[in-house]
T-cell receptor
């Protein structure tokens, strides 16, 4: 069974700060997903990456397959970035393993 | 708007009631999922349907009964639930190609309260 661990569990930042959320997994994977869940429940897929780095606006995701580690970075954080960020490993096919999430609060 | 629509958004039911959750995806995906999200716990996979065929039942109690009449619609039938079944139930879809799956697209979730 793949263990997916995230850190930190909770994070509070001032607006404008650079934020890093980490994800470690125990079994080699083909791709890692980063998801964002806003209060109210809806979940949005942010990234799916299998190597290197991807960037979308102020969000950057990196992955190191050898170290079984991925990071999600947010530059120039904004209160609207406040959400729960979840990493997920699709394992073989589509049997996803999810981290417990990192709850981010950005204060104006 | 993610292309995955869930109804109802909120549901309150007694332990003897029968109700259903509905999910519809407009993305042409071939895989659909039901997940349960309880407070402070990771998302738990309940059921997976690939090409309308159920491929995973993650030890879910029989009081939850899924139905997938076609690749665009997924139901979760609920009967004689327990208060501990109160949670957010999320539907998702993705495109499965061989053994690889693409991005997950989630619905807004159905918040279930069992009294």
């Amino acid at each position: 069974k793949n263990e997916v661990e995230q850190s930190p569990q909770n994070l509070t930042a001032q607006e404008g700060e650079f934020i890093t959320i980490n994800c470690s997994y125990s079994v080699g994977i083909s791709a890692l997903h980063w998801l964002q869940q806003h209060p109210g429940g809806g979940i949005v897929s942010l990234f799916m990456l299998s190597s290197g780095k991807k960037k979308h606006g102020r969000l950057i995701a990196t992955i190191n397959i050898q170290e079984k580690h991925s990071s999600l970075h947010i530059t120039a954080s904004h209160p609207r970035d406040s959400a729960v960020y979840i990493c997920a490993d699709p394992n073989t096919g589509n049997q996803f393993y999810f981290g417990t999430g990192t709850s981010l609060t950005v204060i104006p | 708007e993610t292309g995955v629509t869930q109804t109802p958004r909120h549901l309150v039911m007694g332990m003897t009631n029968k109700k259903s959750l509905k999910c519809e995806q407009h993305l042409g995906h071939n895989a659909m999922y039901w997940y349960k999200q309880s407070a402070k716990k990771p998302l738990e996979l309940m059921f997976v349907y690939n090409f309308k065929e159920q491929t995973e039942n993650n030890s879910v109690p029989s009081r939850f009964s899924p139905e997938c009449p076609n690749s665009s619609h997924l139901f979760l039938h609920l009967h004689t639930l327990q208060p501990e079944d109160s949670a957010l139930y999320l539907c998702a879809s993705s495109q499965l190609t061989g053994t690889q799956t693409g991005e997950l697209f989630f619905g807004e979730g159905s918040r279930l309260t069992v009294l």
